[in-house]
């Protein structure tokens, strides 16, 4: 899968046009409207990919042999498979030769010749994270892979994937609970983010013709989209859900199908000023992440 991915991203690399790159399953579904999926993702500055190495690691796939092959038992990491990309990180996979080879020989699934054990050893969850701390730019990831929501609570089989919603699961409360959208000290801002992207994109029939319409069309306050806490797509999602799920995104409240633009001035509050207030709530809020436990 790895081979794949390095042959896809250096087709996408190839356009100067592309800065975003975002590796999703079939199963996968976004969470919001395209104008804002389109806006967060070309204002992060950071990959969502967990690099920093302070979860479950998963030792059990580590061996020997790859600090033998130039990858040191200090950058070994775990992630998810599913990342979003800066246009540096994907360079960085395409131009890379090394750490992809020591994964081709030693990352493998099946019988340890040095144990006689089982080792389990998933390239595509590790490759993208482990190759970005050889580097030393893992704190150029949101150190959590927050691309996509799942359910891990309820695992299918023997556990290795997670949960798949069925058609009967799907309405827009779960939207919302997969967003994050209503939980406390999380910029998942989706009402405000989608009043915003929406007025930032129009057709080519609403562009103004005059300056005075232009006047009447601003200003918006900064925002910074709904945040690297808050997942943009989920999974896994079967083909029977997707009646329920296009109604789900498309019911009032959620608007991630068929939204319109608003109407008047924006009345979503600044996320800065709402960074500031909840940091008045919460001291820990808006710390460095390698300050905060």
Same mark, same amino acid.
Request: hydrophobic share 40%; charged share 25%; aromatic share 6%.
């Given at each position: 899968?790895?081979?794949?991915?390095?042959?896809?991203?250096?087709?996408?690399?190839?356009?100067?046009?592309?800065?975003?790159?975002?590796?999703?399953?079939?199963?996968?579904?976004?969470?919001?409207?395209?104008?804002?999926?389109?806006?967060?993702?070309?204002?992060?500055?950071?990959?969502?990919?967990?690099?920093?190495?302070?979860?479950?690691?998963?030792?059990?796939?580590?061996?020997?042999?790859?600090?033998?092959?130039?990858?040191?038992?200090?950058?070994?990491?775990?992630?998810?498979?599913?990342?979003?990309?800066?246009?540096?990180?994907?360079?960085?996979?395409?131009?890379?030769?090394?750490?992809?080879?020591?994964?081709?020989?030693?990352?493998?699934?099946?019988?340890?010749?040095?144990?006689?054990?089982?080792?389990?050893?998933?390239?595509?969850?590790?490759?993208?994270?482990?190759?970005?701390?050889?580097?030393?730019?893992?704190?150029?990831?949101?150190?959590?892979? +927050?691309?996509?929501?799942?359910?891990? %609570? *309820? /695992?299918? =089989?023997?556990? $290795?994937? #997670?949960?798949?919603? &069925? !058609?009967?699961?799907?309405?827009?409360?779960?939207?919302?609970?997969?967003?994050?959208?209503?939980?406390?000290?999380?910029?998942?801002?989706?009402?405000?983010?989608?009043?915003?992207?929406?007025?930032?994109?129009?057709?080519?029939?609403?562009?103004?013709?005059?300056?005075?319409?232009?006047?009447?069309?601003?200003?918006?306050?900064?925002?910074?989209?709904? +945040?690297?806490?808050?997942?943009?797509? %989920? *999974? /896994?999602? =079967?083909?029977? $859900?997707? #009646?329920?799920?296009? &109604? !789900?995104?498309?019911?009032?409240?959620?608007?991630?199908?068929?939204?319109?633009?608003?109407?008047?001035?924006?009345?979503?509050?600044?996320?800065?000023?709402?960074?500031?207030?909840?940091?008045?709530?919460?001291?820990?809020?808006?710390?460095?992440?390698?300050?905060?436990?």
């Amino acid at each position: 899968m790895n081979e794949g991915v390095r042959a896809m991203l250096r087709a996408a690399v190839a356009d100067p046009a592309n800065q975003r790159f975002v590796l999703l399953s079939e199963s996968c579904a976004p969470l919001h409207h395209p104008a804002v999926l389109h806006q967060q993702l070309t204002h992060e500055t950071l990959s969502r990919v967990d690099a920093c190495g302070r979860g479950n690691v998963m030792w059990e796939r580590w061996t020997w042999r790859l600090e033998a092959a130039g990858v040191p038992a200090t950058a070994w990491r775990k992630g998810s498979q599913w990342t979003a990309l800066t246009r540096d990180h994907a360079q960085l996979i395409v131009d890379d030769t090394a750490i992809a080879a020591a994964f081709a020989r030693h990352c493998t699934y099946g019988e340890d010749a040095d144990t006689g054990g089982w080792r389990a050893c998933v390239p595509d969850e590790s490759y993208v994270p482990t190759l970005l701390a050889v580097h030393g730019r893992d704190n150029e990831t949101d150190c959590r892979g +927050g691309l996509t929501a799942v359910d891990w %609570a *309820r /695992k299918e =089989g023997t556990g $290795a994937h #997670p949960h798949r919603f &069925a !058609a009967g699961e799907v309405d827009a409360a779960l939207v919302r609970r997969l967003r994050r959208q209503d939980e406390p000290f999380v910029l998942c801002d989706a009402d405000g983010a989608l009043d915003l992207a929406l007025r930032s994109y129009v057709g080519v029939d609403d562009v103004p013709a005059s300056a005075a319409a232009w006047a009447r069309v601003g200003p918006y306050p900064a925002i910074r989209g709904v +945040g690297h806490q808050c997942p943009l797509l %989920a *999974r /896994k999602f =079967g083909e029977d $859900a997707t #009646p329920a799920l296009e &109604a !789900a995104l498309g019911a009032p409240g959620i608007g991630a199908l068929g939204a319109s633009a608003p109407a008047g001035n924006p009345t979503v509050a600044r996320s800065d000023e709402r960074e500031l207030e909840w940091a008045r709530q919460d001291p820990t809020w808006g710390k460095s992440r390698r300050a905060v436990p």
